[in-house]
């Protein structure tokens, strides 16, 4: 019986240990496995290349990761054409997600007011999410040339449905007492939205910004396949690049605008915790 | 009789010091839900009177239109003043603003400078004794803490009538008791007339000068009971034969009226 105890106890132990073990090297464990990932990837990466390059002659098509690497920094031709796009590209997407910020948050401010506007402008809000854009964009490079103001008006139109639906979702979700805590004082419209129902919908606002974000450096990028005038970004890169057969080029140019979408995907999520982190916990 | 907002008050009931005056209080909503009927109620100055009733018996609905929320269908409801206070069943309190912001909100709409404000107030968290979590947001406030907030702001209206919509149903005993005996020390300090929502028969007696026992939907009145014993009220009258006969009183109409 003694002994059945002290098992039960050590096994205890051990279990308990283990577990605080894990804790402790669930915090080490963060780091290396998507390391350990983009290794394999590169790997992967290298095998495949010479696959291209040595037995179908192929190279352009997959081109070695330090050729890439080499046109990304330091190619005297390629990289500052490549730093010079980013820039451009960049420009577009934050001058369209700033123009989708203002339109969409208006739009559903607009909206909240009541049900009957709800109503009558929402169902526009689907349509412009449903409408394939890239049908449209011929027509919008006819209209408005094919520069800057396309470019960003692609971008617009791309990434405003998160802004307006969570918004308006952020605005709607105010607790009914709360709501009513102010009615009792007689708090008018423009009051309750600036103290109640605004500063309720930052998180919501926040989530939907980090994702018209992420979608406005897909329009920057959607733009430039159409329109070559004006301030071409990294979508003309790719193209020519391409066209040229240069395969380390097309790479970077592609990984860049990748990044360009990662980094300003993290910085509006960053923006987000810095404004409302405070009260709000996103999880 | 059609539907009636609260009116203000003739002579007679002024005189009174009636606040708050149901007559024959009916409430039907859009969806033919009839919470309330035949409803007469009244709140003196100096009363403190508590309302308790099963869940759903529509208890909540007789503060809503004494508050103005709701509009009744039929009888009338006269309100004598201004300066009601609404205490909601949650504490409602803005979680992007500390506690003497949150606390200052209720002034700060109705336009009050805001150094005035800010003293109204310091003055309120203090008196619930929430002095030294000014700073504090919401969520770094236990459930008892978040609710002492909520009182703040309603007293920085300085009340006549205050409306609780059973504010410490989310609490645990400890916290209640707590928190029961603080709102008896405020209603002793400040005069106010209470309407106090609750399902707890031993809150509604420790608690009021008046009893009020509401049926199941729809809510009508089935017994009203006074409180005989004086205020400031000794926490240990809880444990006294008298209290607990009174209890088993307001219990037992309370079943027979629900059945």
């Given at each position: 019986m003694a002994s059945v105890d002290q098992l039960a106890l050590a096994t205890g132990r051990v279990a308990r240990d283990a577990r605080i073990r894990r804790v402790y090297a669930r915090r080490s464990a963060q780091w290396w496995p998507p390391i350990a990932v983009l290794a394999l990837l590169v790997g992967f990466w290298y095998l495949v290349a010479a696959y291209y390059d040595r037995v179908q002659g192929l190279a352009f098509l997959v081109p070695y990761p330090h050729l890439v690497l080499k046109a990304a920094f330091a190619d005297p031709l390629f990289s500052p054409q490549l730093v010079q796009d980013l820039g451009n590209s960049t420009q577009v997407a934050l001058t369209g997600l700033v123009v989708a910020i203002i339109i969409g948050v208006a739009w559903a401010i607009l909206m909240s007011q009541a049900k009957w506007i709800e109503r009558s402008l929402y169902p526009y809000a689907v349509i412009l999410q449903c409408i394939p854009i890239l049908a449209l964009v011929p027509l919008i490079g006819a209209l408005f040339g094919y520069e800057f103001l396309s470019r960003v008006i692609v971008t617009v139109m791309i990434s405003i449905f998160p802004?307006?639906?969570?918004?308006?979702?952020?605005?709607?979700?105010?607790?009914?007492?709360?709501?009513?805590?102010?009615?009792?004082?007689?708090?008018?419209?423009?009051?309750?939205?600036?103290?109640?129902?605004?500063?309720?919908?930052?998180?919501?606002?926040?989530?939907?910004?980090?994702?018209?974000?992420?979608?406005?450096?897909?329009?920057?990028?959607?733009?430039?396949?159409?329109?070559?005038?004006?301030?071409?970004?990294?979508?003309?890169?790719?193209?020519?690049?391409?066209?040229?057969?240069?395969?380390?080029?097309?790479?970077?140019?592609?990984?860049?605008?990748?990044?360009?979408?990662?980094?300003?995907?993290?910085?509006?999520?960053?923006?987000?915790?810095?404004?409302?982190?405070k009260w709000y916990d996103f999880g | 009789m059609s539907a009636t907002a609260p009116v203000r008050p003739t002579a007679a009931s002024r005189s009174a010091g009636t606040l708050l005056d149901f007559t024959n209080v009916e409430m039907t909503f859009p969806n033919g839900t009839v919470a309330l009927r035949g409803v007469d109620l009244t709140v003196k100055r100096g009363e403190f009177v508590t309302v308790v009733g099963p869940s759903g018996c529509g208890k909540s609905t007789l503060l809503r239109i004494a508050s103005g929320l709701e509009v009744s269908s039929e009888g009338s409801v006269v309100v004598d003043t201004d300066r009601i206070g609404y205490v909601f069943q949650d504490a409602t309190l803005l979680p992007w603003r500390s506690v003497a912001d949150n606390v200052e909100l209720l002034a700060e709409l109705n336009g009050m400078k805001a150094k005035e404000r800010r003293a109204k107030a310091q003055e309120a968290i203090d008196l619930v004794g929430l002095g030294g979590f000014e700073k504090n947001l919401p969520k770094q406030l236990s459930g008892g803490m978040k609710m002492r907030t909520s009182l703040a702001r309603s007293l920085t209206l300085e009340p006549e009538l205050f409306l609780f919509d059973e504010p410490f149903g989310a609490l645990d005993e400890i916290t209640r008791e707590r928190l029961n005996d603080e709102l008896l020390r405020l209603f002793v300090e400040k005069q106010f007339a209470g309407l106090f929502i609750t399902h707890s028969v031993s809150e509604a007696v420790y608690l009021s000068t008046k009893v009020v026992v509401m049926s199941g939907r729809p809510g009508s009145i089935v017994g009203t009971f006074d409180v005989p014993f004086p205020m400031p009220r000794d926490p240990d009258i809880r444990f006294t034969p008298e209290f607990g006969a009174l209890v088993g009183e307001v219990s037992h109409a309370l079943r027979e009226g629900h059945r």
């Open positions: 802004m307006v639906s969570n918004t308006l979702f952020g605005l709607q979700s105010v607790d009914r007492a709360q709501r009513e805590l102010f009615t009792l004082q007689g708090a008018g419209r423009w009051t309750t939205l600036t103290k109640l129902q605004f500063p309720a919908a930052l998180p919501s606002i926040f989530v939907g910004l980090r994702t018209a974000a992420g979608l406005s450096v897909i329009g920057a990028i959607v733009g430039d396949q159409f329109f070559q005038r004006g301030t071409p970004g990294l979508g003309v890169l790719i193209q020519v690049s391409t066209s040229r057969l240069n395969g380390a080029g097309t790479y970077a140019a592609i990984l860049t605008a990748s990044a360009l979408g990662v980094v300003v995907f993290l910085v509006f999520g960053l923006l987000g915790r810095l404004v409302v982190g | -």
